[in-house]
């Protein structure tokens, strides 16, 4: 699959993990060092100090600095990733995504994604101009 690697990572793309060191205490300092490296990936920080995922799960959600660590961490990916999706938006003419953008971003200015608002919208209107122009109704066949 495309995008996927083919062998097991280390910290760095394409290396190899290191094999896990039972009995070992993980170091926090070490954890707290990686966290922001691997952007809060934990089996990167896993294969980076040759244990497994779970463990390094484990001792974030048991430590208040390193769990708020990881949450930061994730958080400014979140932000990296908004930031260059309203770049792209602004910079291409992507109008599905800026499409996209306004109805989940700009709901406090009228754009909604509610398909039933939008059809009862549509309806209004149509009545509205047959009101206004006296014209032949709609919905009736021609």
Not at 3 to 19: C, D, Y
Not at 52 to 67: A, S
């Amino acid at each position: 699959m495309a995008g996927f690697p083919s062998k097991a990572k280390g910290n760095q793309k394409g290396e190899v993990a290191k094999q896990p060191r039972p009995g070992i205490p993980l170091d926090k300092n070490q954890i707290l060092e990686l966290i922001p490296k691997t952007h809060g990936n934990l089996s990167r920080i896993a294969d980076a100090l040759g244990t497994t995922r779970g463990t390094v799960r484990r001792r974030c959600d048991n430590d208040p600095e390193l769990k708020a660590a990881l949450e930061d961490a994730r958080e400014r990916v979140i932000d990296e990733l908004e930031e260059s999706v309203w770049d792209r938006a602004q910079n291409s003419n992507d109008t599905t995504l800026q499409l996209f953008l306004l109805k989940t971003q700009a709901k406090h200015r009228g754009y909604e994604q509610d398909e039933a608002k939008n059809a009862a919208k549509d309806i209004a209107t149509a009545a509205f101009d047959f009101i206004i122009n006296k014209s032949k109704n709609p919905a009736e066949p021609s």
